[in-house]
């Protein structure tokens, strides 16, 4: 796909420094641009690679000002960062709308539908009652259960596992190795110390837009739905557990795990390798660090957390209560100083 430096600006509403003809036709790191391809710069760490590049053109800021002789054309836009996440969006999209038809061998239940533009992968499996929506995309050996329902320009990538009753809005992405709707992790302790299953009957909805990373998991509500709301992203490996909400907008890294029960604000930060033990509610806009544990609610909007160390629970529990009183006896230590 070939496209001008002027059909680009007009789709990134920038400027153009150079001739606005010149034709690209991939997109390229700065560091390794070759003729026909187009870059980025908006870190000033790499601007020394823009006056070596060879790409066609180079996406910058309006405001940016070369200190040295360049050769390639420059597209001005507010935000080079953004203006290049749009143009991977729209190869992205493109790409995935070439995918239609019907791979096969691949299996769909007669009671099952599929909207126009659709893709099914060789190898892939669509229960019974599914209802997918136009241009879904199910990718090679992907599973899908009974009753599932996938909105419209969903993709869902090779070997994605889509259980029974599961609801995926539109504009989502599943990637590889992701399961949703597997069993949540529910265990009845007995008195003979073994434990007893609880069935889980929910199921799991997502929203629109929201993305799943490789092998995440987000498991099926015991009643009622785990929720994850509009626009939420999902890392790689995160682990979501039976009747979570996430809020809408939320960004969770990898390796985070969240306990059953759980609501997430909106527009919350949670990064790798964080937990968050059940029945907690997490404020809006809270941000918590990697490697961070939360033990209880946080109920104050905007919040930043960050630390913790696992040790007996009685010693942390005591060197807890004088770690969070630090600072205030330093100021009594300080006081007494000057007295004396």
């Known amino acids: 796909m070939e496209f001008s430096l002027e059909q680009l600006a007009g789709i990134l509403g920038g400027t153009i420094d150079g001739d606005p003809s010149l034709k690209v036709q ?3 790191k700065i560091q390794e641009g070759q003729p026909g391809g187009i870059a980025f710069l908006a870190n000033e760490k790499y601007e020394n690679f823009f006056y070596k590049t060879e790409a066609t053109a180079v996406i910058v800021s309006a405001d940016f ?33 070439s995918l239609v038809g019907i791979e096969q ?51 869902i990538h090779p070997g994605a596992k889509i259980c029974s009753d599961t609801q995926v809005g539109k504009q989502c992405v599943i990637h590889s190795g992701a399961v949703l709707g597997a069993d949540g992790f529910g265990f009845a302790p007995q008195e ?5 299953t609880i069935p889980q009957i929910g199921n799991v909805i997502l929203e629109d837009q929201v993305s799943i990373g490789a092998n995440s998991t987000i498991d099926r509500a015991t009643m009622g739905s785990t929720l994850l709301c509009k626009g939420v992203k999902i890392d790689n490996q ?17 390796q985070t795990g969240i306990a059953g029960s759980t609501t997430i604000g909106a527009y919350c930060i949670i990064a790798g390798k964080a937990s968050i033990v059940g029945h907690l509610k997490i404020a809006d806009h809270t941000t918590i660090g990697g490697n961070t544990g939360v033990t209880k609610s946080i109920k104050k909007s905007g919040q930043t957390l960050f630390g913790f ?32």
């Open 105 to 155: 061998p691949s299996y769909m239940d007669e009671s099952s539908s599929m909207g126009e533009l659709g893709y099914r992968g060789a190898f892939s499996y669509i229960g019974k009652n599914c209802i997918l929506g136009e241009g879904v995309k199910i990718h090679a050996h992907t599973f899908i259960g009974d009753r599932v329902k996938i909105g419209d320009g969903t993709v």
């Open 309 to 340: 160390l696992a040790m007996d629970l009685k010693d942390f529990l005591r060197s807890y209560s004088i770690f969070k009183n630090l600072d205030d006896l330093q100021k009594r230590i300080q006081q007494l100083e000057k007295k004396g």
């Open 65 to 97: 000002i070369p200190s040295k002789p360049y050769t390639t054309a420059l597209i001005r836009v507010k935000d080079p960062y953004t203006s290049f996440t749009t143009l991977l969006e729209a190869y992205q999209q493109l790409h995935q709308a």
């Open 26 to 28: 991939r997109l390229d």
């Open 192 to 196: 003979d110390g073994s434990y007893k």
């Open 238 to 254: 995160v682990h979501i557990a039976h009747n979570v909400v996430v809020g809408a907008h939320t960004a969770i890294a990898a």
